[in-house]
């Protein structure tokens, strides 16, 4: 598409501030705040972004890195590239989240990882026309070099053919609604860990779900990280902190 006809379709506008220039202008980019390392769980802070072995349980994430604090307008940035299929907003975030990984020390958990978006289901896949994650993946991917693997784990269509299943396979669906072809290759054979790329993280109750279904599959012991874009400050920090 010529851009004069991508700036009709989509004005160049800062979803933020809503001045003419950038789709995210440069002093909005300057007011993400950058969240700090801290463990997922309890939401104490923890240097190597691990998550406490007290804190853990058994189908916990081993290392989640979250790069900015979830504000007005971090939901200015996700509607524009959740609903606005402009490659070029796509390119600006995913920009923003690889230099973001770039400074932090979560970068070293990325060696030899195999990079997973968390998928969505077809029928949300259909209307939307795409699944942003995945771009946002194949950004990091190619900037880290990791292979990015969009279909290891899928999504079921939460009410399509739920009277064609029986009552088992609709508690399973219920409880988890991810679950991985039993034809896929186990990738752990080729990579030390797996790194899910979500975009906004709120109990982990989504990255839980899709680890159990990688545990199960793929033995206890695999290493499973997640890439997040946003998270809301924890409600309980103004408490920590004070003296
Ligand atoms: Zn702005
Ligand atoms: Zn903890």
Redesign the pocket.
Known sequence: MNISLLDFLFPRMCSICKRYGNYICDDCQKLLKRNLPE?Y????L?PSYA??L??KKRYSLDKVFVAWEYSRMSSGILKLYKYKNVQEVSKIISDLFVCAIEKSSFKCNLKDSLLVPVPISTLRKNERGFNQMECIADEVGRKFQLDVKIDLICCRNSSTHQANKNKAERYESKQNPFYIKNSSPNPLLQYKSITIVDDVITTGNTLEKITQIIKIHYGMDTIVNALCMFRGKPYYLSTVLSP
């Open positions: 463990c769980i309890c939401r104490r923890s998550s406490h007290e804190c």
